[in-house]
C-alpha cells in the first residue's frame, strides 16, 4: 500500500516513519504540505515524493491511503476529501473538533465505502490489550469506577510555536481534546457507553489562547460505573498519564504507558507487563510528541493495513472516534453551561 502523508509538522513525521517501518506491506510514498520545504524534507529521509497541493496529492498516481496530520479543524474535510477520491484514510487524533464536522466522516465512510481509522494507538500498548482481555473476560468483576489523570506541562513556547495551537477553531480546545483525548479514549474503551457528563474547564497558566490548560470533569456510564478525569499541562515539571479502573472483584492502573497494578493477574502469560513497583518520577519529555518513538502508531498502521486486506473494520473505527469527541465536546458545552450535560 502506498501512503501519502499530508501535514509534514512532528506527528507527520512520526506517521512517515510508522509507514515506512512496516515495508514491504505499505511504503510511505508522498509528502504532501503548504511548505514546500518541509513537504521536501521529509520526503527526502524516506525517499518518497514530495507536493504541495491536497488537489495535486489526491491525484497522485498510486496513492492507496492518506494520512491527516494538519490542525484538527482541518481533519473532517480533508478526510472526506480523500475517501471521496477512492483513498483510505488515518485521521490523527482528535477526528475533527466538533461532532457537526466529524459526523459527515462517518457518512462518507459509509457512502463510500473505504477504509477509515482515527488514531488511538495506545489501545495496541501491551498494557492496554492486556487490561481490555481482563475486563471482557470479566476477571475484574462488575466494573465499578474508573480514574483518569493527565497531569502534564507545556510551556508557554509550545503554544506559541503555531499560530493555529490554543485556538477554538484549529486546536478545538486545550487539555482535554488534545493532551487527555487518549487516556479518555482507553477509559471509554473499557468501561463501556458513557451517558452524562459533569465539567469545569479553566486557562490558569499559559497567555494568548484561547482554550483551558486544566479541567476536572466526572462520568456516569450507561451501566453504572462512575469515572473522574483530570487534565492539565500546567503541572510543572510534567508527570505521567495515568488510568485505573476497578471492579468488584479486581484492579487495574496503567501509569506512562505500563500495566503497574492488575489484580488479580488476568495473563500470566505475559508476567513482565505486572509490576509491583510504582511508576518512576518523570520529566515533561514523557509527555513531549516529539519524543514519541512510534512503536504504537506503527501497530495501529499494521492493524490498518490488515483490517483493508481482510475487509474488515479496523480496531479504532470512525465511530469510536466520533464517541470520544462527543464526551470531550459534553465536557466543554458542561464547562460553558455549568450544567451536567447527556450523551445520546
Known amino acids: 500500500m502506498r501512503f501519502a502523508v499530508i501535514g509534514c509538522g512532528t506527528i507527520g513525521q512520526v506517521h512517515a516513519a510508522a509507514i515506512a517501518g512496516l515495508a514491504p506491506r505499505a511504503r510511505f510514498a508522498l509528502a504532501v504540505d503548504e511548505d514546500p520545504t518541509r513537504a521536501k524534507s521529509l520526503a527526502a529521509a524516506h525517499g518518497a515524493d514530495a507536493v504541495s497541493s491536497i488537489d495535486e496529492a489526491l491525484t497522485w498516481p498510486g496513492i492507496d491511503a492518506v494520512a491527516v496530520c494538519t490542525p484538527s479543524g482541518t481533519h473532517a474535510d480533508l478526510a472526506i476529501r480523500a ?135 466526572t462520568i456516569r456510564f450507561t451501566n453504572g460505573a462512575l469515572a473522574v478525569v483530570h487534565c492539565t499541562t500546567a503541572a510543572y515539571p510534567g508527570l505521567t498519564a495515568r488510568l485505573q479502573i476497578h471492579g468488584d ?65 479496523p480496531l479504532v473505527t470512525i465511530e469510536d472516534g466520533i464517541r470520544s469527541l462527543a464526551v470531550i465536546s459534553a465536557f466543554y458545552q458542561s464547562a460553558r453551561t455549568r450544567q451536567p450535560v447527556s450523551i445520546a
Open 249 to 313: 472483584r479486581g484492579s487495574a492502573v496503567i501509569d506512562n504507558d505500563q500495566l503497574t497494578y492488575l489484580y488479580p493477574n488476568a495473563d500470566p502469560a505475559q508476567p513482565t507487563s505486572v509490576a509491583d513497583r510504582g511508576a518512576q518520577p518523570t520529566t515533561s519529555a514523557i509527555a513531549d510528541p516529539t519524543s514519541l518513538p512510534g512503536a504504537a502508531h506503527a501497530a495501529q498502521y499494521q492493524d490498518f493495513v490488515a483490517a483493508i486486506r481482510e475487509d474488515r473494520p
Open 83 to 217: 475517501m471521496r477520491a477512492g483513498k483510505h484514510v488515518v485521521v490523527e487524533k482528535p477526528l475533527d473538533v466538533s461532532l457537526d464536522a466529524a459526523l459527515p466522516v462517518a457518512r462518507a465512510q459509509r457512502d463510500t465505502g473505504k477504509t477509515a481509522t482515527v488514531i488511538s494507538q495506545h489501545r495496541f500498548d501491551p498494557s492496554s490489550q492486556t487490561l481490555i482481555r481482563a475486563v471482557r473476560s470479566g476477571t475484574l468483576g462488575r466494573l465499578t469506577s474508573g480514574v483518569v489523570s493527565v497531569s502534564w506541562w507545556r510551556e508557554q513556547s509550545y503554544y506559541d510555536s503555531a499560530p493555529w495551537r490554543g485556538t477554538q477553531a484549529l486546536d478545538g480546545g486545550g487539555a482535554l481534546i488534545n493532551q487527555g483525548i487518549h487516556t479518555i479514549d482507553l477509559l471509554l474503551w473499557m468501561l463501556g457507553t458513557p451517558a452524562e457528563v459533569f465539567a469545569h474547564t479553566a486557562c490558569l497558566t499559559h497567555e494568548r489562547v484561547e482554550i483551558e490548560d486544566t479541567a476536572t470533569a
